[in-house]
């Protein structure tokens, strides 16, 4: 697989060099903001965020992440394929034609009906218990159970049935990073459900090792939604989950998405520069090839729109966004045939995936997971 890369790195000089030591970094960041006794599970699913699953995992498990997260269970199965022991858990749906990987790389499952535990109870058979966590729809509209007695019931069924061993207790908030409002905001709402549910269930007897809610956003907003475990995921790649709010927590981007110019051409003013002439130089100009387009994740919506960086400055994308190439405008900096751009990178005024995200009015998580699986992944 490394050597592969490195070939593939070889042949196009294209590349998203991941920091390990800025994961771990990162995630240390985050666990320091914890209560003693606090987990963290690191969301790893989507590639780890388009940052390579396996290494990734690796290098928050060695910052403190206590478990992993991933949304399905092809993800959980190559992160235990490349030798991870820790605690997974997957988030998407159980479809019980699954439950018997599940049971044999011992992967905790979420669970919401009570038709999945009495799958999981059946494939579990007499052996080793299928672990679960129920999770509760207190707001996404999304993944859960959403009636407060049902959960209870469903709980307390997880809890005594044979089989079956339960873990935790969950919920995902569906706008922690909205403007910070004490007491009275979504996201207390849905904490107020998870609590009530949670005392419920175990006055009634149930025994429910693991609670926990926080998104990245959660967990730097408040400890209230800590509980026993922590589940972050953008911020552990270094981006602010709630940019909006201006504060910085000291998060450290770790992937460079860098390239090289191919080519550069000196053109004379009125020349149309690529698929419809959508832009034409105004005066004489040096416009340069990068060999990397939407197919490589650059979204075609920057075209005329974003920036990216070169040692010398920043240079605008200029014309559409190809497939393989894209073009930018390099007539007053120091540029050269072989320089080095980064495309994402450390934040700033060009050649951000914040930058970016703001500029298309979406978020970095988008733009990191549509970096696509041709552009080789550098660990260093
Ligand atoms: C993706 C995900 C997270 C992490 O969210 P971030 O906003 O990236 O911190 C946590 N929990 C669940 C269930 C998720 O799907």
Request: with cysteine.
């Amino acid at each position: 697989m490394v050597c592969l890369d490195l070939v593939r790195i070889v042949w196009r000089q294209t590349f998203a060099q991941v920091d390990r030591r800025r994961l771990a970094r990162n995630a240390r960041t985050l666990k320091a903001r914890l209560g003693p006794g606090v987990r963290m599970m690191a969301s790893v699913k989507a590639n780890a965020y388009g940052h390579g699953a396996v290494e990734a995992s690796r290098a928050f498990l060695a910052g403190g992440a206590d478990a992993l997260g991933v949304a399905t269970m092809e993800e959980a199965v190559g992160l235990r394929e490349a030798g991870i022991t820790a605690d997974i858990l997957v988030y998407g749906k159980l479809w019980s034609e699954s439950a018997l990987e599940a049971l044999r790389h011992d992967v905790a499952l979420t669970v919401y009906e009570m038709q999945e535990l009495d799958a999981l109870s059946g494939a579990a058979g007499s052996g080793r218990p299928a672990r679960v966590h129920v999770k509760l729809d207190t707001g996404m509209t999304r993944l859960g159970v959403r009636d407060e007695g049902e959960a209870v019931a469903l709980i307390l069924r997880a809890s005594r049935m044979p089989g079956v061993k339960l873990e935790g207790v969950y919920t995902h908030f569906a706008a922690a990073d909205e403007a910070p409002m004490p007491g009275t905001g979504r996201t207390s709402v849905q904490a107020d459900q998870l609590e009530r549910v949670v005392a419920r269930a175990r006055a009634s007897g149930a025994q429910i090792p693991s609670v926990h809610a926080a998104n990245s956003a959660a967990l730097l907003r408040d400890a209230r939604y800590h509980y026993d475990m922590v589940r972050p995921g953008i911020a552990l790649y270094g981006y602010e989950p709630a940019p909006q709010w201006g504060i910085s927590h000291g998060l450290l981007p770790a992937l460079s998405w860098q390239t090289q110019i191919v080519r550069i051409a000196e053109v004379p003013a009125g020349t149309p520069v690529s698929y419809a002439g959508t832009y034409v130089t105004s005066r004489t100009e040096r416009i340069a090839t990068l060999p990397v387009g939407y197919a490589d994740g650059v979204p075609r919506a920057l075209s005329n729109l974003g920036a990216v960086r070169l040692r010398s400055g920043c240079a605008p994308i200029v014309g559409r966004v190809c497939m393989d190439q894209l073009m930018i405008a390099v007539t007053d900096l120091d540029a050269r045939v072989g320089d080095q751009v980064e495309i994402y990178g450390a934040a700033g005024p060009c050649g951000s995936a914040q930058r970016a995200a703001d500029q298309l009015d979406t978020i970095t998580y988008e733009l990191l997971c549509a970096i696509s699986g041709r552009v080789p992944r550098l660990y260093v």
